[in-house]
């Protein structure tokens, strides 16, 4: 049986391989040797495509017997049932159970990244992959210098919420390319006041404003993954995309990547609102002359045009403190970080007495001393 | 010639007369009491006391400083009542009859506070109420010559602190004054302000998580305009009628009826 998993292992001693964000090279973890990206593609190239067939294969006979257990009394594995799969990691023979979205991960027998065969080949291929340029101790280091100067931060989430533990997560995106044409028809106001005797007089000069245009939207990304926070997603952005390159494998032994699970006509409502608001707003900007702007009619018709299917680098660190998730973003190109931190009350108070007590004293001070 | 001889002498007549009504009249306007015991309340010693008191406090300030009782005032308002009898009386110093007048009637047990003049500006409806304050008390336990003493001695640190700075005394320069709820609220109110202004911009860097609900990152070269058209239309013309007004303060300062008269309504001790 054909192996449905990949790992990237050194040409010189066959130890597993991890790609270095800072180098841009995939390196081995034994002996360091580092190897281009495009060499160890044309070298893998074969086996990740026969993990890939074989992984599609299994896939065809699992629905086959679905089909066939749909007609008789369903007995479906545990796995199946909730979604699950399972995979022989090739260089210990340790079974690796992953959820259906799953694209690339680490053994956690034998530490060895792994890439999944059949999650991001044939239609689920994506176009680009934006490789990851912050490592793990540039990760920890914006993660740190974030906690610091929070002042309602608890001392002890700092040294409880196991900061080592974040991970490099290749995240499925939809990048939409679209063009909005804006109408609008206004009244524009243009007013002057002035006094005559007891009578304050004001002038309003009307306009009828007139405004048309097209805005090109390109690449506005909108995440495919339920599993990961919209908010979150958003707020790393933006990403450089000039430095997105044609999606290979090869940059994703060392993180985790998972495949869309939420297609690109799902995700298109989003990315339209995202862009109907901003050509709304641009249009509004070309009536800044006026003091006041009735709006007559707008109309924003947004041409969704194409969807690019591209994995994007993010830094995640899930964390658990008293009972609460929290989850922390980072954008793996940027560093942009973002999260929600959990809030001590009493430092809350503290604070707020320390800033109002003295300016209560120095006005007593002022207005009664 | 006899004739004209006879008219100046009745002339030098009438004004040597009129110079000597003047003359004698001065000294009875001098020595008008500040304190007006109609009651018979005091004995002559705390009588002549208290008037020495108040002509101190009065002197150098051009506004007299009035304690009277009365008996009864019958069914007349106690501010009325206190007013008619200023009036009358010809009270208050200088052209503009400035003055102070703390009036009891005993019969009615009654109380009322007025000013006029320039006393209205001196006693503020602040003072006016501190000095109340001070004063009733005493007239409810039957200390009329200490209540006396007291609106004295009250009346005379108002027109001090007048004279020295400038502006009368009320409840935003009172040095022994209470922060009363206006203080209240500007001592506790800004810098508790101040401080939730802070801390919120603090707890906002403890939630950066935001969903995105525009593109401009992606917008490229922005929206570009096939038409711009700006055509005139006409022009409104609205007129409101607004005059001008002098501007007053929100609070403090003195209260003044349509008569001139300031002070208070009074009250029962």
């Not at chain 2, 100046?8 to 009491?33: D, E, F, K």
Request: charged residues 25%; contains cysteine; hydrophobic residues 35%.
């Amino acid at each position: 049986m054909a192996d449905k998993v990949t790992n990237y292992q050194c040409p010189a001693c066959t130890g597993p391989l991890h790609f270095d964000s800072t180098t841009g090279k995939l390196v081995c973890d034994y002996c360091g040797s580092a190897y281009e990206v495009a060499d160890i593609e044309a070298q893998y190239a074969q086996k990740q495509q026969k993990a890939d067939a074989a992984a599609a294969s299994d896939e065809k006979k699992a629905a086959a017997r679905r089909a066939k257990a749909a007609g008789e009394d369903p007995v479906w594995s545990e796995a199946e049932a909730s979604g699950l799969s399972s995979y022989s990691c090739t260089t210990c023979g340790a079974e690796l159970v992953c959820d259906a979205t799953t694209a690339a991960t680490t053994c956690p027998y034998c530490g060895n990244p792994t890439v999944l065969g059949g999650k991001l080949s044939g239609k689920l291929k994506p176009e680009y992959i934006l490789p990851f340029k912050m490592d793990k101790n540039a990760a920890i280091a914006q993660l740190t210098k974030y906690y610091k100067g929070k002042a309602f931060l608890p001392k002890a989430f700092k040294s409880q919420n196991h900061i080592a533990e974040i991970q490099g997560v290749y995240v499925p995106f939809w990048l939409f390319d679209a063009e909005a044409d804006a109408r609008g028809s206004y009244d524009g106001q243009v007013s002057e006041s002035h006094r005559e005797g007891d009578y304050r007089v004001t002038t309003t000069q009307h306009y009828d404003v007139r405004r048309e245009g097209t805005a090109t939207f390109a690449r506005v990304p909108v995440d495919g993954s339920s599993k990961m926070p919209d908010e979150h997603m958003d707020s790393i952005e933006p990403f450089d995309y000039s430095e997105l390159k044609p999606f290979s494998t090869a940059y994703l032994p060392g993180f985790l990547a998972d495949r869309y699970d939420e297609d690109a006509k799902t995700c298109a409502d989003r990315a339209k609102t995202r862009i109907e608001n901003s050509t709304a707003e641009a249009l509004r900007q070309t009536l800044s002359e006026y003091a006041v702007v009735d709006t007559r009619e707008e109309n924003i018709n947004v041409r969704m045009k194409k969807a690019h299917y591209t994995l994007l680098p993010v830094w995640m660190l899930h964390t658990r403190w008293k009972e609460q998730d929290f989850l922390f973003a980072m954008n793996g190109q940027t560093g942009r970080l973002i999260g929600d931190l959990p809030v001590d009350k009493g430092r809350v108070a503290a604070w707020f007495a320390r800033i109002a007590l003295p300016l209560m004293a120095i006005l007593i001070w002022l207005l009664y001393l | 010639m006899k004739t004209l001889t006879c008219s100046l002498r009745r002339l030098g007549a009438a004004l040597a007369a009129a110079v000597l009504a003047v003359c004698l009249s001065l000294p009875a306007m001098a020595s008008a009491p500040l304190v007006r015991d109609d009651y018979g309340l005091f004995d002559g010693d705390t009588l002549s006391a208290l008037e020495a008191d108040a002509e101190e406090a009065a002197d150098g300030h051009d506004c007299d400083v009035y304690f009277l009782t009365v008996d009864s005032i019958g069914d007349e308002d106690q501010r009325a009542y206190a007013k008619n009898y200023y009036r009358d009386n010809d009270l208050g110093s200088g052209s503009d009859r400035s003055g102070i007048l703390f009036m009891i009637a005993l019969g009615s047990r009654k109380y009322v506070t007025i000013t006029y003049g320039g006393g209205v500006t001196a006693f503020t409806d602040y003072r006016i109420e501190q000095i109340e304050d001070e004063v009733v008390p005493m007239l409810s336990d039957g200390d009329y010559a200490d209540a006396a003493q007291t609106y004295i001695d009250l009346c005379a640190d108002t027109l001090d602190f007048y004279a020295e700075n400038g502006e009368p005394l009320d409840y935003d320069n009172d040095p022994d004054g209470d922060l009363g709820i206006f203080g209240i609220l500007i001592v506790v109110g800004i810098p508790s302000l101040i401080a939730a202004i802070v801390c919120s911009i603090l707890y906002a860097q403890m939630k950066t998580a935001k969903r995105k609900t525009e593109a401009d990152d992606y917008i490229g070269a922005g929206l570009k305009l096939r038409v711009q058209r700006d055509h005139y239309t006409h022009t409104d013309r609205v007129e409101v009628y607004d005059p001008p007004h002098e501007e007053s303060s929100s609070s403090g300062g003195s209260s003044v009826d349509s008569d001139g008269f300031g002070g208070s309504s009074g009250g029962s001790f």
